[in-house]
């Protein structure tokens, strides 16, 4: 092992946190989340006071454009970091989807906890199937990545973009904007709307993004103490999947301006992974998938790099813009 983390143990070397303050942004899922991290940490810590303090970012602000046109994943944290960084709040609690793969100097990722559901789910009132669908039918999604699988399976379908947070894609889609939507099972599941959910979409050939369905804290280097209090929320098999996916992201060039897609599943010792690059019509399609043993971040990272290699050896850098070729 070329690290030692420790799981699921109380750090019995530290005295118990007295007070903690959880950033979040304030839509009604990240809301969960943070509250799901609370009632952790509470029964973790039944003396500390842990309280959550609710912002607004720019990606929630900013609804008219294309994430991938606006300055992408970074939008959602941003004003988290600034949280951390002046002491208003200890930790942040984010969609690991929505965290960029590199973390900006001084920042962390600091823990990964168990995973959601990972894959995508088909939404629609009138409709059981994305095969059910008619000619010409609405499909809203604002993913490239959704896209490029979309349009190379069902090029009679019109893919329109949808933005905003869960509750107000629902409402897109209740109002008869859309025929159907695609949205990730996991944030559906939190907020008990599975029942919403018409079919979930195989992992191949509907890959996920990188970290989808997992949940990422962030606290500044400088504080090893909140690391070292957050260690027993991590999950393990998580982690190893969420860093095999991350690497694949991180050596692709980690943007959402590109159909990228990068599923691991990590289950006594043995790693499974299969990622694609694409072009936004389905066109051109990368792909690639490897097996290995597993036994700590570095191999996971050693196999998500492997398959980042796979992916630029078919071309797949040719599909992104500005990646090191
Ligand atoms: N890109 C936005 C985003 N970030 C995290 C989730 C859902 C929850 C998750 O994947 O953890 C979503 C919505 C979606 O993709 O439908």
Redesign the pocket.
């Given at each position: 092992m070329s690290q030692t983390l420790s799981f699921n143990s109380f750090p019995s070397a530290l005295a118990a946190p007295k007070r903690l303050v959880i950033a979040s942004r304030e839509s009604r899922?990240a809301m969960w989340q943070a509250e799901h991290v609370r009632d952790c940490l509470k029964k973790l810590y039944p003396e500390c006071d842990v309280q959550i303090l609710g912002m607004t970012t720019r990606g929630d602000q900013i609804l008219d454009r294309a994430?991938s046109k606006v300055g992408g994943k970074g939008l959602f944290v941003k004003e988290l970091e600034a949280a951390l960084e002046d002491g208003r709040a200890d930790l942040a609690v984010h969609?690991?989807?929505?965290v960029p793969m590199v973390m900006p100097e001084g920042f962390d990722l600091a823990c990964v906890m168990a995973r959601?559901d990972?894959r995508d789910a088909f939404v629609s009132n009138d409709y059981a199937s994305l095969e059910d669908l008619p000619k010409g039918a609405i499909v809203g999604t604002s993913?490239l990545r959704r896209e490029s699988v979309l349009r190379a399976k069902f090029p009679h379908l019109e893919i329109q973009p949808l933005r905003g947070n869960?509750d107000t894609?629902m409402s897109k889609l209740d109002r008869g904007e859309y025929q159907a939507i695609?949205?990730?099972a996991?944030?559906l599941k939190?907020l008990g709307l599975e029942s919403r959910i018409q079919a979930l979409l195989p992992y191949d050939p509907y890959t996920?993004?990188a970290?989808?369905?997992?949940?990422g804290i962030e606290t500044l280097s400088k504080h090893p103490n909140i690391r070292q209090w957050l260690s027993p929320l991590n999950d393990l098999p998580t982690l190893y999947a969420v860093s095999a996916e991350r690497m694949v992201s991180r050596q692709l060039g980690g943007s959402c301006e590109v159909p990228l897609a990068a599923h691991a599943v990590w289950d006594q010792s043995q790693m499974q992974i299969r990622s694609f690059v694409a072009s936004v019509d389905g066109k051109a399609i990368c792909l690639a998938s490897g097996n290995a043993v597993v036994q700590s971040v570095a191999e996971a990272e050693a196999l998500g790099l492997s398959v980042a290699k796979d992916l630029i050896a078919q071309g797949a850098a040719n599909l992104i813009p500005n990646v090191n070729k």
């Open positions: 899922l994430l969609s690991l989807k929505d959601e990972a993913s869960l894609r695609i949205l990730a996991a944030g939190r996920p993004a970290g989808q369905g997992a949940l």
